[in-house]
C-alpha cells in the first residue's frame, strides 16, 4: 500500500512551472485539449456540413470546387496543415495583416484549433455527402414534385435524415479529433499529452507521467462513447442497420 | 506574395530530401504496413477465433490503443523500447535503439490496430457457407483460413487497406516530434537553418500532396478493377 502512494506522490508535488501541483498541470492540459476539441468540432462540422452538401450539388463548378476543398485537407498530413497555417500562412499574407496575424494572442493555440477543425471537415463532408446520395433517389425527386426548391428539399428533406444516418460515423470522428488535437503540441500548445511531456521533463518520472495522460485519455474515449451510444440509439433511424 | 520565394534553397536540397528523407519515409511506411497487416490479421482472427481469452485479448488491445493519439503512442514507445531491450539482453542499463527501428515497432503495432479491424470486416463479410464447406472437406482450421478464407478476405479488403497505408504514410510526419530525419523533419531542419521555413513547408506539403493524391486515385482505380459483383 505504501509503495502505491507513493508511487502516486509526485502528482501531489508542487510542479516547477509553480501554478500548483503536478496533476494540476495534467488537468490544465486536459483543459486545453477539450477546448480545442470543442472549436475544432464546430469548424469541422460546419464547414464538413457545407462542403459536404456543396458535393452532392447539380452544379458542376460547385461540386469540382467542393472537391478540391476535400482533396486538399484529405491529402497533406496534419502536422504539415499546422505548420502551414502557423508558420507559412503570416508569411504569405501582405505585411501588416501577417504582422498582426502574428501578434494575437494565443495565436499557436486558435491555429491548431482551427486548423484541427479544418482538417476533420473534410471527413465530415465526405461522410455527410455519402449518406445523402445513399439515400433514395425518390426522396430528392418527391421533394421536387411537391415544389420544394433545392433550398427547402435539403433543410426539410433530405438533411434531416442524412445527419441521422451520418451520426455512427460522425461520433468516430469526434474521438479521432480528440486524439488529433494533440498534435497542437508541434506548436507550443501545452494540452494534455504536451502536459505530461512537460511534467516527464521536469520529474524524470516518465512512467507516471506517461501513465497519468494515457489514463485520462482512456476515461475520455469511454465518457464520449457512452454518451454518444445514448444519443444514437434516439437519433437512430428505425428500420436502417445503424443501431445495434 | 512569391516575390521572395527562393526555389534555390528547394532545388540545393533535393537530393537530401528525397535520398535521405523520402526514403525514411517511405521506408518506414511500406514495412510498418507489412508488419502491421501480419499482426493486425492475427488479431483479427484471434478476435474471430471464439477461444476463451483469446478474443478479449485481442479486443483489449484494439480499443486500448485506438484510443490512445498516436503522438503519446510514439513518446511512450521511445521511452519504454530501451528498458525493454534491457530486460531482454540482461544489461545492466537502457540500450540506446536504433530510432528508425523504433519508430518502425510504433507504427506497426499502432497501425495494426486498424489493420486488424479492416481484416475482420473483410473475413466477417465472407459468407458463412464458405468455412463450413472447407471443414465439411476435411481442411483443418490452419487450412481454411490460409487457403480459403484470408486469401478472399484480403484481396477484397486491399482497397481499404492501401488507402489506411496511405493514412500511414501521413502519419509517419508526426516523428518530426522526434527531429528524426524523416522528409518532413530533413524539410523543417533545412527551412530553419536557411531560415527558409516557407519555402520548405510549402514544398513538403505540395510533395505529401502529389504523392497521396496520385495513391488515391490509383487505390479508386484499383478497386474498380477488383471488385466482384455479387
Known amino acids: 500500500m505504501d509503495k502505491i502512494v507513493d508511487w502516486f506522490s509526485i502528482f501531489w508535488q508542487e510542479s516547477a512551472e509553480g501554478t500548483g501541483t503536478y496533476a494540476y498541470t495534467l488537468l490544465l492540459g486536459l483543459q486545453l485539449t477539450l477546448e480545442i476539441s470543442v472549436i475544432a468540432a464546430v469548424v469541422a462540422f460546419v464547414m464538413g456540413s457545407i462542403v459536404g452538401v456543396c458535393r452532392t450539388l447539380p452544379s458542376p463548378l460547385v461540386r469540382r470546387l467542393s472537391g478540391a476543398y476535400v482533396e486538399f485537407f484529405r491529402n497533406i498530413p496534419l502536422l504539415v496543415q499546422l505548420f502551414l497555417w502557423y508558420f507559412v500562412l503570416p508569411e504569405l499574407l501582405p505585411r501588416d495583416i501577417g504582422m498582426w496575424l502574428k501578434q494575437v494572442p494565443h495565436s499557436n493555440f486558435y491555429t491548431a484549433a482551427f486548423g484541427l477543425g479544418l482538417f476533420t471537415s473534410s471527413r465530415v463532408a465526405v461522410q455527410l455527402s455519402a449518406a445523402i446520395t445513399s439515400m433514395p433517389r425518390g426522396q430528392k425527386m418527391a421533394a421536387t414534385a411537391l415544389g420544394l426548391t433545392t433550398r427547402q428539399s435539403y433543410t426539410n428533406v433530405l438533411l434531416p435524415m442524412a445527419y441521422r444516418i451520418v451520426f455512427p460515423p460522425l461520433t468516430s470522428e469526434l474521438l479521432n479529433l480528440i486524439k488529433n488535437s494533440s498534435v497542437a503540441l508541434t506548436i507550443g500548445v501545452a494540452e494534455l499529452t504536451q502536459s505530461a511531456r512537460n511534467m516527464d521533463s521536469y520529474t524524470f518520472q516518465t512512467f507516471q507521467a506517461f501513465t497519468a495522460a494515457t489514463l485520462i485519455y482512456l476515461v475520455l474515449n469511454i465518457t464520449i462513447t457512452a454518451v454518444m451510444r445514448r444519443i444514437e440509439h434516439g437519433v437512430a433511424v428505425p428500420g436502417m442497420l445503424v443501431a445495434k | ?230
Open chain 2, 1 to 230: 506574395m512569391f516575390s521572395n520565394f527562393d526555389f534555390q534553397v528547394i532545388i540545393d536540397a533535393l537530393p537530401y530530401l528525397f535520398l535521405q528523407g523520402m526514403v525514411f519515409t517511405l521506408k518506414l511506411t511500406l514495412l510498418a504496413a507489412i508488419f502491421g497487416t501480419i499482426f493486425g490479421t492475427v488479431l483479427a482472427l484471434m478476435r474471430l477465433s471464439g477461444v476463451w481469452p483469446l478474443p478479449q485479448i485481442a479486443g483489449a488491445y484494439v480499443n486500448f490503443v485506438r484510443s490512445l493519439p498516436l503522438l503519446l503512442v510514439i513518446f511512450w514507445f521511445f521511452f519504454l523500447v530501451p528498458f525493454i531491450a534491457q530486460k531482454m539482453v540482461g544489461s545492466p542499463r537502457p540500450i540506446p535503439i536504433d530510432p528508425f527501428l523504433t519508430a518502425l515497432i510504433t507504427f506497426s503495432l499502432f497501425e495494426a490496430v486498424f489493420f486488424s479491424e479492416i481484416m475482420r470486416a473483410g473475413i466477417q463479410s465472407l459468407p458463412k457457407g464458405q468455412v463450413a464447406a472447407g471443414y465439411a472437406l476435411g481442411l483443418s482450421y490452419t487450412q481454411v483460413m490460409r487457403r480459403i478464407v484470408l486469401p478472399q478476405a484480403f484481396r477484397n479488403m486491399l482497397p481499404v487497406l492501401l488507402t489506411q497505408t496511405i493514412v500511414l504514410f501521413q502519419d509517419t510526419s508526426l516523428v518530426y516530434v522526434l527531429s528524426l530525419n524523416d522528409f518532413l523533419g530533413i524539410a523543417g531542419k533545412i527551412g530553419q537553418r536557411d531560415g527558409r521555413l516557407t519555402e520548405m513547408y510549402i514544398f513538403a506539403a505540395l510533395v505529401y500532396f502529389l504523392i497521396s493524391f496520385a495513391a488515391s486515385q490509383a487505390v479508386r482505380r484499383l478497386q474498380a478493377h477488383t471488385a466482384i459483383i455479387r
